[in-house]
T-cell receptor, first 117, second 114 residues
Framework: DVKVTQSSRYLVKRTGEKVFLECVQD?????MFWYRQDPGLGLRLIYF???????EKGDIPEGYSVSREKKERFSLILESASTNQTSMYLC????????????????FGPGTRLTVL | AQSVSQHNHHVILSEAASLELGCNYS??????LFWYVQYPGQHLQLLLK??????LVKGIKGFEAEFIKSKFSFNLRKPSVQWSDTAEYFC????????????FGKGTHLIIQP
């Protein structure tokens, strides 16, 4: 079974702090994704990566950056956390290769619920 | 940008009732279609998927969905729901050739009353 793990289930940070959310997948998947999930808004794509050191902006990249130094690991960085970034953050991965692989089945981690005070 | 619309944000049913959740997506050429489910306190998991072939697809736990190309729809159905089906359901089309990944609907919160 594909396993996607996220470094924390719950995180509380203060406004202005730099926040790192880590995601690791164990199935050698090409693509990895970061979403945020908010009530009534569904999932919104922040960034995704289709290869090591490659990244693409999603629908809401402002205030976020990402890093993919190794194939299995995809990090989401909040450079200066703000209260409007309080949310559930979901990481996902998919096997399909290349940009067109973005439409393949995705496997999700358990999520990190981030609260910014 | 591609879009997806889920018709109902909140649905409340009694056990044994039939379920149909609507999903319409915008035209974007080749498309794969997914329904994901999120049970309370659990992570998102795949319910069913359509890539090609028979437009009626069956998923886990007795769910099925029908792809109707002419209507750009992929509605989720279950003939008789159970209390354990209480969850949030997301429709997610995936469009070919782009870097957008899957486009998720806003979700339908389904509550099944015993």
């Amino acid at each position: 079974d594909v396993k996607v793990t996220q470094s924390s289930r719950y995180l509380v940070k203060r406004t202005g702090e730099k926040v790192f959310l880590e995601c690791v997948q164990d199935m050698d998947h090409e693509n990895m994704f970061w979403y945020r999930q908010d009530p009534g808004l569904g999932l919104r794509l922040i960034y995704f990566s289709y290869d090591v050191k490659m990244k693409e902006k999603g629908d809401i990249p402002e205030g976020y950056s990402v890093s993919r130094e190794k194939k299995e690991r995809f990090s989401l960085i909040l450079e200066s956390a703000s209260t409007n970034q309080t949310s559930m953050y979901l990481c996902a991965s998919s096997l399909d290769k290349g940009l067109a692989g973005g439409r393949g089945e995705q496997f999700f981690g358990p999520g990190t619920r981030l609260t910014v005070l | 940008a591609q879009s997806v619309s889920q018709h109902n944000h909140h649905v409340i049913l009694s056990e044994a009732a039939s379920l149909e959740l609507g999903c319409n997506y915008s035209y974007g050429g080749t498309v794969n279609l997914f329904w994901y489910v999120q049970y309370p306190g659990q992570h998102l998991q795949l319910l069913l998927k359509y890539f090609s072939g028979d437009p009626l697809v069956k998923g886990i736990k007795g769910f099925e969905a029908e792809f109707i190309k002419s209507k750009f729809s992929f509605n989720l159905r279950k003939p008789s729901v159970q209390w354990s089906d209480t969850a949030e359901y997301f429709c997610a089309p995936g469009y070919g050739g782009g870097a957008d990944g899957l486009t998720f609907g806003k979700g339908t919160h389904l509550i099944i009353q015993p």
